[in-house]
């Protein structure tokens, strides 16, 4: 497993099945989670798990080749709707380890980001080729604010 790796791609959406809009920068709070995104702020009561969602690139690429899809016919990241795009780093398969994105954001995953059946509605396969090893992603909760960019260094905390 990589000590570290890079943040490749920030996305948000306004509300349940908006638009994607990417981002070269963002703040990321324990309040809102990625700022402007509809899932990231905690609702009364709740415990925050599924503030941010995070994607390996590796994995991706992965599903995509158990799809059938070559290079260029890739679809593109935003597809699978998760706030944050790391590369260069495997995360531990089980909840509670925390990454560091930048210098002072702070995530501590809690669940496995299951697929869903809006996987299906983009592409046919989707959804049984994001099932296996956490390919679907990861869901956290933020415990320390931070402002990161693409390009920003992801480290495994504990």
């Known amino acids: 497993m990589a000590a570290s790796g890079i943040l490749g791609g920030i996305a948000r959406r306004g509300r349940s099945r908006g638009a994607i809009q990417t981002l070269d920068a963002a703040l990321v709070t324990t309040g809102f989670g990625v700022e ?9 009561g709740g415990k ?15 599903a995509m080749a158990d799809l059938g899809l070559a290079d260029e016919n890739f679809l593109p990241w935003t597809s699978r709707r998760a706030n944050l795009l790391t590369q260069g780093i495997r995360f531990p398969r089980e909840a509670g380890f925390i990454i560091a994105i ?15 059946s809006r996987m299906e509605e983009i592409h046919s396969g989707l959804f049984c080729a994001l099932k296996p090893d956490w390919r679907g992603g990861f869901l956290g909760k933020v415990i320390s604010d931070g402002a990161i960019a693409v390009g920003d260094t992801i480290r495994i905390e504990k």
């Open 102 to 116: 930048g210098d002072s954001l702070r995530i501590q995953i809690a669940v496995e980001c299951d697929p869903c």
């Open 36 to 44: 402007g995104d509809f899932r990231g702020k905690i609702r009364p």
């Open 48 to 62: 925050g798990r599924r503030q941010v969602s995070l994607l390996e690139s590796e994995s991706w690429a992965h």
